[in-house]
């Protein structure tokens, strides 16, 4: 199976031609700090190698490996297969920032099914840290700016159940990024649309909050809000933009669907069974989601999802365990289910190494 | 000084109502928006700019740049405010906001110093003072305010800073211009007067130097600047500035505030588009400062013959004049003397020659003379070096003597370097060129013209690769790759052309340079270096890659 270096900062998966590397003892011999083509001093093949990457005249010394367009340092663990990295799209508001973070906290131990985080890639924790400082320094979380994915980038190296290890990487766009994404130029962003490119799966998140709106209007024979429509509106944008890009590359792209802040849903007793204490299997997560998207009118927006994309897995989370009100206190928050979408993309991976 | 209307682009997090949209959006702002003067490519520009600016903490960041438009220019200071609104769930968001002026073409105004100052003076207190829910509304009616601003013209004593702070924000904004790597530059305190001072000193670039110029202040990453001031963080600026970046500042600060010549005319100048070119330019002005107390002797004491008493001296005293010139003098002054006596010998050996044929017998009395005319040549070098090496000051110099240093160097002659004219060398390539152009299209052997051209006119091929890569970074892998070429190629020791044809068809494609092929637009760069082979085959098609640089090279020398 043929696997690449990601460089996350660039979203550009090397192969062994566009790959820099240094030897720290042809280094000290020759006084000469510059990467070499690694061709040149690594030898040719492809990813992954049966051993450590060394150097051709000092078969002992590991080499060092570089991203040739930024230079930066890359992790030779840093290997990703044809599945690429998962895509995280949401509309504003939708919860992607914290979703995001607290996966990352959940998985540093192993979850039921054995899978865990065994080491950030890069400077993905550090970045991670800068991205909710708000909710240490403020109690609050910030909104996300929309920057070409050249920061909030993250990957991990994580362990799956046979022990075998793979990379994965999210790039946390903002939602006004997703939402206007038929109408985004390349010249401005053309790191998201890298990173776009080498999406192989994606976590859908729709903000479960509007969802509930939705259905009490429904319910109450009311008006939907602006905001109820907007986000409804930009949800199907969203899935329809990513959809053509999946179809112009023939190729079969995983999704979970995750409705988020689902503790403001598990208060009603229709929706109860998004409570982590309730037991609901994976099944029943997924039907119950299809009925609560059914509920709150996104019939149209599932039918794209299930057009475009399969599998399918639709789950319901919620990051804090709670309403997100001010402050937030780290020792209160009680994820809920966070790691279900992406155990559930993970599931049908095949194990590189 | 000049009273300019304050053009705005505001954007937030917050909604001015529910039947906004949410997220990071523009603010409307009726007659005062940018969007009713500035045009649609400055204004994609700066909208795309100003979504990537974040503030790096609890401060307002600050990002300055300038745009090109048509009619001129646009001097543009943005202003991000954190922790001032809040969107529609409740997370504390941002306020950026763009002032922009129009500035007239050929003007150097300290536009972005005066932005600064008004965008300083803005009521932002009061603006925090409001409701959370009131304060972007209550932002846009202050603006209503600021309707123009009293813009001055740069001069020296407003650029009146300590000269340490002028040669590391310069050193610091050179460093990476244009590359927006976003590079952290520490600076001295005070901190306070930070951004209005790095405004003031910016007005020290050339304003067409400035256009690919952009710095910020108190800003996280992410945001598409070259350069990030700050007090506490950040390297020195000789860190980030090779030295011999930091030598031209140095030098260019020297002339800049101890030349008593007016030098504003360079900073107008719409040609100074590059580092490099500042510094054709400062390489003009700059023997009037670098060679201390000299000055030129007025006009009526050059000519000798009405002064033979005093002592003939050198104009300019030795322990004055730079290592660098003093080499050079000395190596050009040998090598006349060379030239001369070689010249001169077989001028004399040929008329002792014809001597001895009319007087067999005669004894040669050619000594005394031949000492006499060597003296005399030599002390014409002298005299002919001294005036070489004053010639471009003194070409332009008016009788009045109030010529500007600016005068000195203009525009037109800045680049005359470049310019092709009779120069037999460029003459000789031009045929070479034209030659091998013409038997390639005769045989179909590209490779082989490409081939000759390289062993007989290697300095040709290798000052074109030089150029051809001037605007990568210094240290882009096919940068350095094509500069080792053409050295192995200066040195007649290029063994296989392999290499740079794949190179140099990578940097001519206008495609990602790096050192591939795979992307290359087989038909774009045919048509655009009007090739006729009919190969497609860009990766091994040898024949097309060398008529393609061929063509190239003739495009360089028509």
């Not at chain 1, 510059?34 to 078969?59: D, M, N, Y």
């Not at chain 2, 969007?35 to 979504?51: F, N, S, T």
């Not at chain 2, 470049?418 to 070479?432: F, I, Q, S």
């Amino acid at each position: 199976m043929t696997m690449w270096v990601l460089c996350k900062d660039c979203w550009l998966r090397h192969d062994a031609s566009t790959l820099l590397a240094t030897c720290k003892q042809c280094v000290a011999n020759t006084k000469i700090e510059r990467p070499e083509p690694l061709v040149t001093i690594g030898g040719a093949g492809p990813f992954p190698r049966p051993g450590p990457l060394v150097c051709k005249k000092h078969p002992t010394e590991p080499l060092d490996i570089y991203c040739r367009e930024c230079r930066g340092a890359l992790s030779p663990r840093s290997l990703i297969g044809s599945e690429g990295v998962v895509a995280l799209a949401g509309d504003t508001l939708s919860g992607k920032t914290s979703l995001l973070w607290v996966i990352s906290e959940r998985l540093r131990q192993a979850s039921a099914s054995g899978v865990y985080i065994r080491a950030a890639i890069g400077n993905s924790d550090q970045e991670m840290k800068r991205a909710v400082r708000g909710i240490f320094s403020r109690g609050q979380i910030a909104p996300t700016q929309p920057h070409d994915a050249d920061i909030r980038n993250y990957a991990w190296e994580i362990v799956l159940p046979s022990s075998a290890s793979t990379v994965i990487a999210f790039h946390d766009a903002a939602g006004e990024l997703w939402s206007g994404l038929a109408t985004l130029p390349r010249t401005s962003y053309e790191m998201f649309y890298r990173y776009l490119d080498l999406a192989g799966s994606m976590v859908f998140a729709i903000d479960g909050e509007r969802l509930m709106e939705s259905i009490e209007t429904a319910a109450n024979g009311g008006v939907s809000t602006p905001e109820a429509r907007e986000a409804q509106t930009h949800e199907l944008a969203i899935v329809d933009a990513i959809a053509r890009r999946v179809r112009a590359r023939s190729v079969r792209m995983p999704l979970a669907a995750v409705v988020t802040k689902a503790d403001r849903l598990w208060q009603r007793p229709a929706w109860s069974l998004f409570h982590p204490g309730n037991g609901a299997t994976s099944e029943e997560i997924h039907a119950a989601v299809r009925d609560l998207l059914l509920a709150a009118g996104r019939k149209t927006l599932m039918d794209a999802i299930d057009d475009a994309f399969s599998p399918v897995h639709y789950r319901a989370v919620s990051a804090f365990g709670h309403a997100a009100e001010p402050p937030l206190r780290i020792e209160a928050l009680r994820p809920a289910r966070v790691e279900e979408p992406l155990l559930a993309l993970l599931d049908g991976r095949v194990p590189p190494r | 000084m000049a009273e300019v209307e304050i053009l705005h682009r505001l954007f937030s997090h917050a909604a001015r109502d529910e039947w906004a949209e949410s997220g990071w959006r523009n603010v409307p702002l009726d007659e005062r928006d940018a969007r009713r003067d500035v045009p649609a490519e400055v204004l994609h520009e700066l909208d795309g700019l100003m979504a990537k600016i974040v503030p790096a903490g609890d401060d307002t960041a600050w990002v300055v740049r300038r745009f090109a438009a048509a009619n001129g220019t646009y001097a543009c200071v943005i202003a991000c405010h954190p922790g001032l609104v809040a969107d529609r769930g409740g997370r504390i968001g941002l306020v950026s906001h763009a002032r922009l002026v129009h500035v007239p073409a050929g003007q150097a105004w300290l536009d972005a110093a005066a932005l600064v100052e008004i965008a300083e003076s803005f009521a932002i207190a009061d603006v925090r003072a409001m409701r959370p829910e009131l304060r972007l509304q209550g932002y846009v009616d202050l603006l209503s305010e600021e309707s123009t601003a009293s813009i001055r013209e740069v001069t020296l004593s407003e650029l009146d800073l300590p000269r340490a702070f002028l040669s590391d924000m310069l050193v610091g904004a050179l460093a990476r211009i244009s590359r927006r790597e976003q590079i952290r530059v520490a600076l001295p305190p005070p901190e306070q007067t930070l951004i209005a001072d790095l405004a003031r000193a910016w007005a020290a670039i050339p304003v067409a130097l400035q256009l690919t110029s952009a710095w910020a202040t108190g800003l996280a990453d992410g945001c598409p600047v070259d350069v990030v001031f700050a007090v506490s963080s950040g390297k020195p600026p000789r860190d980030v500035g090779s030295p011999a970046l930091v030598d031209f500042v140095s030098r260019y600060v020297s002339v800049l505030l101890d030349s008593p010549h007016d030098f504003s005319a360079v900073l107008r100048n719409p040609e100074i588009t590059s580092v490099s070119k500042l510094n054709d330019a400062l390489q003009r002005a700059e023997p009037l400062s670098r060679i201390g107390d000299f000055t030129p002797p007025p006009a009526e004491s050059v000519d000798m013959k009405k002064d033979r008493k005093k002592a003939p001296q050198s104009p300019i005293p030795h322990a004055e004049i730079d290592g660098d010139i003093h080499t050079e003098l000395d190596r050009q002054f040998r090598a006349m003397e060379t030239s001369l006596r070689t010249y001169i010998d077989q001028r004399f050996a040929a008329m002792e020659a014809r001597a001895t044929q009319r007087e067999p017998k005669a004894a040669p009395t050619w000594t005394w003379q031949r000492g006499l005319a060597l003296a005399g040549i030599i002390a014409m070098t002298v005299l002919v070096t001294w005036a070489l090496t004053r010639k471009p000051l003194r070409e332009p110099r008016r009788d009045d003597e109030t010529t500007t240093i600016a005068e000195t160097m203009p525009a037109e002659t800045i680049d005359d370097a470049e310019t092709p004219t009779t120069d037999p060398r460029m003459e000789a390539r031009k045929a070479a060129l034209d030659k091998v152009i013409a038997t390639a299209e005769n045989d179909r052997k590209w490779g082989e013209g490409l081939k000759t051209l390289i062993a007989e006119n290697g300095a040709m091929v290798s000052d074109a690769i030089a150029e051809a890569t001037k605007g990568l970074p210094e240290n882009h892998t096919v940068r350095v790759e094509l500069s080792a070429i053409a050295k192995l190629i200066d040195d007649g020791k290029l063994q296989s052309r392999d290499r740079v044809r794949d190179l140099l068809i990578d940097v001519l494609s206008g495609r990602r340079i790096d050192g591939r092929l795979d992307d290359v637009d087989v038909d774009e760069i045919k048509s655009r270096y009007g090739v006729k082979s009919e190969s497609k085959d860009i990766v091994k098609g040898f024949d097309l890659q060398s008529e393609i640089i061929l063509r190239w090279l003739k495009e360089k020398y028509p």
